[in-house]
T-cell receptor, first 115, second 115 residues
Framework: NAGVMQNPRHLVRRRGQEARLRCSPM?????VYWYRQLPEEGLKFMVY????????ESGMPKERFSAEFPKEGPSILRIQQVVRGDSAAYFC?????????????FGPGTRLTVL | AQSVAQPEDQVNVAEGNPLTVKCTYS??????LFWYVQYPNRGLQFLLK??????LVKGSYGFEAEFNKSQTSFHLKKPSALVSDSALYFC?????????????FGQGTTLQVKP
């Protein structure tokens, strides 16, 4: 049973470009979470999605960031017009349900570097 | 506001000695608590969680954690440390309100086990 898959593992973008980060949840999981880890900091929640629905985006910056989890295919975190402050590790997690008690399983992360 | 604190940035222990990584939380009601470990350039791996029941929770790789409601703590422990346990450890709490399932993480504690 494959774990959570994320690609690319490393992404380099110049200021003003777009970044697209992909996450495929574990088999049988329909709940996806995105977290951001800035250097020397813990993980901060960004957004929680179910198939075709955004459930909680309270941690998502209001501008330039968007997320989706279509009926078919991976979840996508999209960052438009990237700035240097967007450089971070972005982790995706999945769970079988959306209950507070469910264990979230994390992917290896995408490390975004903005030049 | 719900929060998690890991008061030590780094813990150093000799191989074979017991280890403790501290975590305290601030939530209303009964919390759901988690421990994760992160190895360099990797995602987070689930170690254990407390939902209800026995205050001593056993998890992966010989780790355990003790839930103490009066002290609002959930310290991670292992009777005999291994060099391979050296990593970054995160404590997390799941909010009780709503059904978002998001995790709130502490800042992380680096564990260094020396031979």
């Amino acid at each position: 049973n494959a774990g959570v898959m994320q690609n690319p593992r490393h992404l380099v973008r110049r200021r003003g470009q777009e970044a697209r980060l992909r996450c495929s949840p574990m088999k049988g999981h329909s709940h996806v979470y995105w977290y951001r880890q800035l250097p020397e900091e813990g993980l901060k929640f960004m957004v929680y999605l179910q198939k075709e629905n955004i459930i909680d985006e309270s941690g998502m910056p209001k501008e330039r960031f968007s997320a989706e989890f279509p009926k078919e295919g991976p979840s996508i975190l999209r960052i438009q017009q990237v700035v240097r402050g967007d450089s971070a590790a972005y982790f995706c997690a999945s769970s079988p349900g959306g209950m507070n008690t469910d264990t979230q399983y994390f992917g290896p992360g995408t490390r975004l570097t903005v030049l | 506001a719900q929060s998690v604190a890991q008061p030590e940035d780094q813990v150093n222990v000799a191989e074979g000695n017991p280890l403790t990584v501290k975590c305290t939380y601030s939530v209303s009601g009964n919390p759901y608590l988690f421990w994760y470990v992160q190895y360099p350039n990797r995602g987070l791996q689930f170690l254990l969680k407390y939902i209800t029941g026995d205050n001593l929770v056993k998890g992966s790789y010989g780790f355990e954690a003790e839930f103490n409601k009066s002290q609002t703590s959930f310290h991670l422990k292992k009777p005999s440390a291994l060099v391979s346990d050296s990593a970054l450890y995160f404590c997390a709490v799941s909010p009780l309100s709503g059904n978002t399932g998001k995790l709130i993480f502490g800042q992380g504690t680096t564990l260094q086990v020396k031979p």
